[in-house]
């Protein structure tokens, strides 16, 4: 049975009456304690350097060559706070019932609030870390507004927020690496988690250099590991992002939760062409001040500049009129491709929206759009050629921040004791949608502040338990496993590419499993992709041998996908209605809004891995709001 | 169009490398460089040899991961671009492309094009943050600091550790990313305690790691792909030499 944990009390007391129970460790048994945290983002960054802080024993491990690549560092727009710096209305309470509207309650109370509620501390930890945030003249810290809210609470760093403030925690955890506190593995991968007694013990790497398969036994395991939106391949992710940590502590016995719900963010650069590895993304706070549009009849093949104002549809101002262009993200991404369908797309593939300056630059002056996104403008010239000072962006949605991921309940502790997810491997917060710049908040809320209260509590549970060595059986037997898997991809063989495989995996589920789904294209996307992962096995072709092999890390990081691919079109047809980012189509109302169905799917779903050709186990975690009526979500 | 490469390969730290011949037909001009570089290894797969090994990841121009010699640049020839930032149409139909990892003592090569960059974790490690506890810190709007200090801060803070700096300089020094690091704290209210310490340990890691000394080039700040300044290695000598004069 799922024990979410929430304790008890006043929405606003949770947190509060949590930390005053929680149990301690004493300073001098700490060092006898030891932590593995897995991703060095800004969870994993701000968890392993917290961990180390406070004296316990921590081993960070990343798959890059250093711990400052992480993800997190091309977050571009900004992280959200409840400071009310402007005196616009904001609070505590107001960021946590537009975040539970945001995610069309989908998501648990007491976290939500707990987000909103450290989010004011988090401003404060990065500023004293040095994270040079946007100034006012004043010296006062400056504000924007951001997609789906209507106050100021979004701070930044020009356009490289994420960079910044990783970087804060990345010299956080460098700090306690040269205290000898914090010990770190780059190029290293999470291969396999070790279960002793129903606990989570350990974990099973390979050293991406040497080949070399190690084993790494803890008291406690951090997976933060990050979001699998690559599982798309096309899609707003670095490259290297992977589901396999968390896929490979699923089939241990961790659930997976709201597997399906997938955030595609309206502002990407569109596909130009088959060559494509990625899309990228262009900060969501463009749309402060651009406005988007496609033009009114479908196939127009003029320019942009040549389109007359009234041949225009501005289609979320129209559709919109309260929040217009800063309209949530899915509702943005889904009435885009909605035009698209219609023909009304632009660009060369026919798959895009422009994302219009003009009348911004006219108002405001081009210097203070320059001095507010010139590094916007000038990736997208750098990418495109293209001047947008002069004509509109070209933009289009793309598979980006994964909802889903491992349950976890309020300590953010798995259904696997003492293994613990973090930040976007985890599920927790955003509910079936994410408002923009809350990930970065999540992910350093999870790392500095909740983690050290939560992990330590589990941890003085273990202080008397017999200290686990490495020549345990299950470390044996995890580690033989990996190594049968290595070898069966390099026995293989065949004649395709792992991203051969990768590429048509991700075309199945945008189709199947995209921005809109049906029973027909999910039934359609599962058989296909099982077919998909049988071919794998028999057409995989790896060159290359044990050592450095980019190409044998890939096909694991596929297998994984192509597991995971199926489970997430499992769960978007067991949800029979239409919630954030999670659009059925059978289910939207006659304007075609989305239709949500509060009587029957109020619920998360948790899946439990019964095997590989079995179907998963549907556990649901019942969603109750106490604090917020469950309305429909409107942003007209 | 039709593109030949040149490409350094070597399979280990300790083994011999050299440049291999390659060539690829279709490359498209809107393909990034690391697209055609994909688009060579998936030829390779099918002719059942080893891929060329390159570091890469974000593919944004951001995580600072990807990063070779291109014709002898940094980068390849736009100045202040990643490699994963350019793309083909700066080449045309025949080019030769001459392809080799970036280039210094400090950082030895993993195989092909990668290279262990690890050096700039450690110096970073000797000093470059700010002590800052997790939990209880103060009010953020506390600490005042002025626009213009805020910008130049973060002008500073932008570099990406990508260590085209190191690589296009012929000392190979690491000058510029020490100085961007030191320069943004040392210009913070939040960074002052720790100010002389920092620039001693940090130089001295600097050192100890095998990177050349600053001969003023100022090769590295034209390859540098978020435009960090020259003039913060200038501050971080006076930093150094004052931090000098105050710990004796």
Known sequence: MLNSKIPEGNLADKWDNYKEHVKLVNPANRKKLDVIVVGTGLAGASCAASLGELGYNVKSFCFQDSPRRAHSVAAQGGVNAAKNYKNDGDSVFRMFSDTIKGGDFRSREANVYRLAECSANLIDQAVAQGVPFAREYSGYLNNRSFGGVQVSRTFYARGQTGQQLL??????????????????????????????????????????????????????????????????????????????AIWRAHKKGAYMSGVSWIQFHPTCLPQSGEH???????????RNDGRIWVPKKAHDERKPNEIPEEERDYYLERRYPTFGNLAPRDISSRVAKERIDAGCGVGVMKNAVFLDFSKAIKEQGKEKIKEKYSNLFKMYDKINAVNAYEEPMLISPAAHFTMGGLWVDYELMTTIPGLFALGEANFADHGANRLGANSLLQASVDGYFIAPYSIPNYLAGELKAEKITTDHPAFVEAEQTVKEQLQQFLNINGHLSADHFHKTLGKL?????????????????????????????KELKITGDHTVNSELEKAGRVADYLDLGILMCEDALSREESCGAHFREEYQTPDGEALRNDEDYCYVSAWEWKGVNTVHELHKEPLVFENVSLTVRSYK | MKIYLKIWRQDSPAAPGAMKNYELDDVSADMSFLEMMDLLNESLIQKSERVVEFDHDCREGICGQCGMMINGRAHGPLSHTTTCQLHMRSFKDGDTIYIEPFRAAAFPIVRDLKVDRSSFDKIIQAGGYISAATGETPEANGILISHPIAEAAFDAAACIGCGACVATCKNSSADLFTSAKITQLALLPQGQVERTERVIAMVGRMDAEGFGHCTNMEACE???????????????NYEYNKALIISD
């Open chain 1, 167 to 244: 970087l804060g925690a990345y010299q956080a955890l460098m700090r306690q690496v040269g205290a000898n506190k914090v010990k770190t593995y780059s190029r290293h991968e999470m291969l396999d988690l070790v279960v002793i007694d129903g606990k989570a013990k350990g974990i099973i790497t390979r050293d991406l250099v040497t080949g070399e398969i190690e084993r790494h036994a803890a008291n406690a395991v951090v997976l933060a590991s990050g979001g699998y939106g690559k599982v798309y391949y096309l899609s707003t992710l670095a490259m290297g992002c992977n589901t396999s």
């Open chain 1, 276 to 286: 494509q590895s990625k899309l990228t993304l262009m900060s969501e706070s463009l």
């Open chain 1, 509 to 537: 589920l945008y189709d199947g499993c995209g921005l809109s789904r049906s029973r027909e294209s999910l039934e359609k996307a599962i058989v296909s992709i099982k077919a998909l992962r049988d071919q794998f096995y």
């Open chain 2, 222 to 236: 034209v390859e540098c792909p978020q435009e960090i300044s020259v003039l913060h290695i200038a501050r971080m």
